[in-house]
Nanobody, 118 residues
Framework: QVQLQESGPGLVKPSQTLSLTCTVSGGSITTSYYYWSWIRQPPGKGLEWMGAIAYDGSTYYSPSLKSHTSISRDTSKNQFSLQLSSVTPEDTAVYYC??????????WGQGTQVTVSS
């Protein structure tokens, strides 16, 4: 059973960088051919895919967020991370990490609330 757990600060000030980490257990983030994604849901809105890091370390980003999003991984800790720079209150959301394989998101973290406010 694969489990994902998001961690990071719940409150970030405007213009700062939001940093979150997803710790994966029960499976390796280097296993072919899985993709490890960050997805968010602003209050009252739908899910928004932000980006992903693949089993081989390749990264993919939403065009609308690419300019201030970075996803990386630490294979020794079986973790992958999100950095979102220059945040605004519009970046307030529940942030999820999830695993995708063959176009199916089969495992999700429980989600973590991040609020951008001064």
């Amino acid at each position: 059973q694969v489990q994902l757990q998001e961690s990071g600060p719940g409150l970030v000030k405007p213009s700062q960088t939001l940093s979150l980490t997803c710790t994966v257990s029960g499976g390796s983030i280097t296993t072919s051919y899985y993709y490890w994604s960050w997805i968010r849901q602003p209050p009252g809105k739908g899910l928004e895919w932000m980006g992903a890091i693949a089993y081989d370390g390749s990264t993919y980003y939403s065009p609308s967020l690419k300019s201030h999003t970075s996803i990386s991984r630490d294979t020794s800790k079986n973790q992958f991370s999100l950095q979102l720079s220059s945040v605004t209150p519009e970046d307030t959301a529940v942030y999820y990490c999830a695993r995708e394989g063959w176009a199916v998101y089969d495992y999700w973290g429980q989600g973590t609330q991040v609020t951008v406010s001064s």
